[in-house]
C-alpha cells in the first residue's frame, strides 16, 4: 500500500532537425534499444515510456503539459543524443512539475577510431548536448538530478533506480494524509510544526480526532474479526507469555488485535495513511496501542507517538520511497559510552518497526509506567544490521530543517533479558562525538525515521525538489 496505483516514468530524447530525417529516425531507433533494454533489465523498479523526439519547442512543450496532468507519470528522463539546442526547453521546463533527471549517457560506449566522420559525430554528440541542456536546467534552478554514465553499467542504472524511488516519493508526499489520535504531548518542543506550511511545502494534510473517534470503532470490531486475525499472528510471532497466565496473556493481545482492526479500518474510512497516538490522552481505551501500531507500520502506514505528525509524515514519505524495506520510526534512548564501542541503543516505549527485525519477534505483555492503562502487548525483537540515513525534521519557526546523519547498524550479541521493547543499535558517523555534538547544534529532534535501505542521496534529492533546508552529518 506504498503507492496510489501504477507509475511509470518518461524518457524524452533530445535532437532537432538540422541533420535531416535519416538522423532522426537513427535517433529514434537507438532510443527505442535503450528502452526496452533498461526496461528489461530488471535493475529499474518502475517501466520507462518513450516519448516522441524532442525536436521543437512545441513538442517539448505539450509532453511537459502531459506529464503534469497524468497521475501515472511520475517524473521525467531526458537523454541528449545530439545537440538539441536548449531554448527550445525553457517553456516546457519551467512547465514541468515533476521530477526531472538528465541522463548524461552516449549511445556508443566507445569512439569507433577506425570510422569516425563528421556524420557520426554530429549524430552522436551527447558531450555537446548535455551541455546546452544542462546550462538551461542550472539557470532554472530545477533542482533536477544528473546521472553520468554508460547507460549499460549497473551502477548507471541503479542510480536512475534510486532517483525513481525519490520521484514517487515525491509524487506520494501530496497524498499523505496523518490522522492524529489527541494532540502533541504536554510540554515537549520538537514535536511542535507549522501545519499549514507543511501541506503547503510537503502537500502533507495533517487532521486531529478526538480518541473517543476511534474508541467507536474500537467498541465496533466483533469477536469474530478479532479470533481470525489472532490466528494469524500464530505463524508470524513467537509467543511469550513471561509471568502472565495463558488467558490473561491472550486477553491483552486480543485488546491489541482490536486496535489493529479498528486503526486499519478508520485509517482506510478516511484515507489516512499515516498516524500518531499519545499516551497521554486514551480515555475509553485499555491500552495504549503498541503491538497494533508496530503491525500498521509493517503495512506501509507511517506512524510517530506522543503527537509527533512531522515525524509520522515522514515515515511514511520514506516507506514509500524504500517500498517499505527496513524502514521506521525510531527514537534516541541510551548511549553505550565505553571506549571504542561508541553507539546508541535506539527504541521507542513500545512501537519499533518490525521491518527492521532480525529475527522472528516475539509477542510479549508488560506493564508500561505512563499512560496509566493495562498491560500492553508489543512486539520484540533485535534490529538487523546495515548501513543507514537517519532523519529527522524540526520546524525553526520560519522554516523547516531536515537533518540526515549516517550510522552503521549492527546486531546485538549480548541479551537483554529485562528489556520489554524492540531494540536497535547503532554507531554513528563519521564518529560517536563528532555526529552526536553535529546532531545536537544542529537540533535535530529524538523522533527519527530509519532506513537501512536508502541513501542520503535520494534524501536530499528530496529536499532538493520540495526547496527543504537539510543538513548532512557523515
Ligand atoms: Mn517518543
Request: charged letters at 25%; a negative charge; zero cysteines.
Amino acid at each position: 500500500m506504498t503507492t496510489t496505483g501504477k507509475k511509470e516514468f518518461w524518457f524524452v530524447v533530445g535532437s532537432q532537425h538540422l541533420y535531416g530525417e535519416e538522423a532522426l529516425a537513427e535517433v529514434k531507433a537507438h532510443a527505442q534499444t535503450m528502452t526496452d533494454a533498461l526496461n528489461e533489465s530488471g535493475v529499474l523498479p518502475y517501466l520507462i515510456v518513450l516519448q516522441d523526439l524532442a525536436i521543437s519547442a512545441d513538442k517539448i512543450t505539450s509532453i511537459m503539459k502531459e506529464v503534469n496532468y497524468r497521475d501515472e507519470v511520475a517524473g521525467v528522463i531526458t537523454w541528449m543524443h545530439t545537440f538539441s539546442p536548449a531554448k527550445m526547453w525553457i517553456r516546457g521546463t519551467k512547465l514541468l512539475q515533476k521530477p526531472l533527471l538528465h541522463l548524461a549517457t552516449q549511445f556508443n560506449e566507445s569512439i569507433p577510431w577506425a570510422t569516425i566522420d563528421m556524420e557520426f559525430m554530429n549524430l552522436n554528440q551527447s558531450a555537446h548536448g548535455d551541455r546546452e541542456y544542462g546550462f538551461i536546467n542550472a539557470r532554472l534552478k530545477k533542482q533536477n538530478k544528473v546521472v553520468v554514465g554508460y547507460w549499460q553499467r549497473p551502477e548507471v542504472q541503479k542510480q536512475i533506480a534510486e532517483w525513481m524511488d525519490v520521484a514517487v516519493a515525491y509524487n506520494e508526499s501530496f497524498n499523505i494524509k496523518v490522522a492524529r489520535f489527541g494532540d502533541n504531548m504536554r510540554n515537549v518542543g520538537v514535536t511542535e510544526g507549522d501545519k499549514v506550511e507543511a501541506q503547503i511545502q510537503f502537500g502533507w494534510t495533517v487532521d486531529y480526532f478526538g480518541i473517543g473517534d476511534l474508541v467507536q470503532y474500537v467498541n465496533a470490531v466483533t469477536d469474530e474479526e478479532i479470533d481470525a486475525l489472532f490466528a494469524e499472528y500464530e505463524d508470524l510471532y513467537e509467543f511469550d507469555y513471561g509471568t502472565y497466565s495463558r488467558e490473561a496473556w491472550e486477553a491483552s493481545v486480543r485488546v491489541q488485535v482490536s486496535y489493529e482492526i479498528a486503526i486499519k479500518r478508520f485509517l482506510d474510512d478516511g484515507g489516512y495513511n499515516a498516524f500518531t497516538t499519545n499516551f497521554e490522552d486514551l480515555y475509553g481505551m485499555k491500552q495504549l496501542p503498541g503491538l497494533a501500531v508496530q503491525r500498521l507500520m509493517a503495512q506501509g502506514y507511517g506512524f510517530a507517538g506522543e503527537g509527533d505528525w512531522k515525524t509520522a509524515a515522514l515515515d511514511r514519505l520514506l516507506k514509500v520511497m524504500s517500498r517499505n524495506q527496513s524502514t521506521g520510526f525510531m527514537e534516541d534512548y541510551t548511549y553505550e559510552l565505553a571506549l571504542d564501542q561508541e553507539s546508541a541503543l535506539q527504541s521507542h516505549m513500545l512501537e519499533v518497526d518490525p521491518s527492521l527485525a532480525s529475527n522472528k519477534p516475539k509477542i510479549i505483555v508488560s506493564p508500561l509506567g505512563i499512560g496509566n492503562r493495562e498491560d500492553p502487548a508489543r512486539l520484540v525483537f533485535d534490529g538487523k544490521a546495515g548501513e543507514g540515513v537517519v532523519v529527522s525534521m524540526a520546524d525553526f519557526g520560519t522554516h523547516y530543517k531536515l537533518l540526515i546523519s549516517e550510522v552503521s547498524a549492527f546486531e546485538p550479541t549480548v541479551p537483554a533479558p529485562k528489556l520489554p521493547v524492540a531494540r536497535v543499535l547503532w554507531k554513528i558517523k563519521p564518529d560517536f562525538q563528532d555526529g552526536v555534538k553535529a546532531w545536537i547544534e544542529n537540533g535535530g529532534g529524538h523522533h527519527t525515521v530509519v532506513s537501512l535501505n536508502l541513501t542520503t542521496d535520494q534524501i536530499v534529492s528530496y529536499a532538493k525538489l520540495v526547496d527543504l533546508e537539510y543538513v548532512v552529518i557523515k
